[in-house]
């Protein structure tokens, strides 16, 4: 299926208003810098900003909330530069704050996903979905299967273990067993599948998770459940940019309008200087960390030896790597226009991308210099 009347601009507004419609406050992503929790070094995930209201505290806004959170994630940076590893990313979520559950949180998330007029258009034929087995935690989902039953045939919901369909943001908070949505990506479908079979399309990416619902009623001390919470949750993720690709026929999140205008800049000087067959990765990788330093620069990150300040300047390093693999030179030439793109193609959804272009273009060619510095002295 491929709706490439959509923008990833159009979705994340689709997205919000959708929400909207069924009673939800909208709120402006956070900052990448948690304000309230030292214990971690970014938002990483939708939920995070939200954690004290889904533990009990009451929001100001009321108990159905949506966003498009800014969330960066280090832990594979490494896999940067495959089809779908991204250091920054967005992630639309929606919540209930012990207010609506399964059946509603279902539905919104099927009815979103294939809704041509309000939704992604995504063709249900290629959707599968996975549900939590049950353990000594939490009872196998049953419910939700008999809700899922209610979108999609029974064939193709999937029971997992906690391994695959247990949420939680790390070890200790708010946690609960999720259903997850996967689209199927093959050319030519992959039809029904058995459990194993369908395991084996997960692992070797003929599926792609599109979005997870957790439902969030458990609480976990040092790794491990304690009890349910105060409140019965519901608490949805789904990465923008990967859906974005599937709704553009893409295989791989670069090639998204997201990447149109820095991917081209950049392409084209590129091309001029490499035929290793290596440069697309390294490309990709440049593309990646470039915007993610200037969200960082954005949020008031600024390079140093530690924390927050340490990843920037390890992204702006690894950049400079990369980049010199491909030109051997100094790269500034190559920066510049990429920074500009991505202040452009952001600058409608966050005002301040276009506040920072020269300032964010300042710190990185700052770092960048540095850098080179010490390679040439060492
Ligand atoms: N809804 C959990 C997540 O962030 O993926």
């Not at 992959?190 to 458990?218: C, K, P, S």
Request: with cysteine; proline share 5%; charged share 25%.
């Amino acid at each position: 299926m491929k709706n490439s009347m959509l923008s990833s601009a159009e979705i994340r507004i689709r997205f919000l208003e959708f929400f909207k419609k069924r009673g939800h406050a909208v709120l402006p992503s956070a900052s990448l810098v948690p304000e309230n929790d030292p214990s971690v070094l970014f938002n990483t995930a939708g939920m995070q900003p939200l954690v004290p209201y889904l533990m009990g505290q009451k929001h100001p806004l009321g108990n159905r909330l949506a966003s498009c959170q800014k969330c960066v994630r280090t832990g594979d940076i490494e896999e940067v530069g495959n089809h779908k590893n991204l250091t920054f990313f967005e992630m639309l979520g929606n919540w209930s704050l012990g207010d609506y559950f399964k059946e509603d949180a279902i539905k919104w998330s099927y009815e979103f996903l294939t809704s041509k007029e309000e939704g992604l258009g995504l063709d249900p034929e290629r959707l599968y979905v996975t549900v939590f087995e049950g353990d000594e935690d939490a009872p196998r989902d049953l419910e939700a299967v008999e809700i899922w039953k209610q979108y999609i045939p029974e064939n193709r919901i999937y029971f997992l273990p906690k391994k695959n369909n247990w949420w939680s943001p790390g070890d200790n908070g708010p946690c609960g067993p999720d259903t997850e949505m996967f689209y199927d990506v093959t050319p030519d479908g992959l039809g029904e599948m058995t459990h194993n079979e369908y395991v084996a399309a997960d692992e070797d990416g003929r599926v792609v998770e599109i979005w997870n619902d957790v439902f969030m009623q458990y609480e976990k001390r040092d790794g491990k459940v304690v009890g349910k919470l105060s409140q019965k949750n519901v608490d949805t993720g789904s990465g923008l940019e990967r859906v974005t690709m599937l709704v553009q026929g893409k295989t791989n999140v670069y090639e998204t309008d997201f990447f149109d205008q820095a991917r081209s800049n950049l392409m084209i000087r590129t091309m001029e200087y490499t035929q290793n067959p290596e440069y697309i990765r390294w490309s990709r990788i440049i593309l990646d960390h470039l915007r993610a330093a200037l969200f960082l620069v954005s949020d008031g990150v600024v390079p140093s030896n530690k924390d927050q300040g340490y990843v920037l300047r390890r992204l702006v390093r690894r950049t400079v790597i990369y980049v010199q693999k491909i030109y051997k030179k100094t790269p500034h030439d190559i920066i510049l226009p990429v920074v500009d793109s991505y202040a452009n193609v952001y600058g409608e959804a966050y005002p301040n991308m276009l506040d920072v272009k020269a300032t964010g273009y300042e710190v990185i060619r700052n770092e960048v210099e540095k850098f080179i510095k010490t390679l040439t002295t060492v």
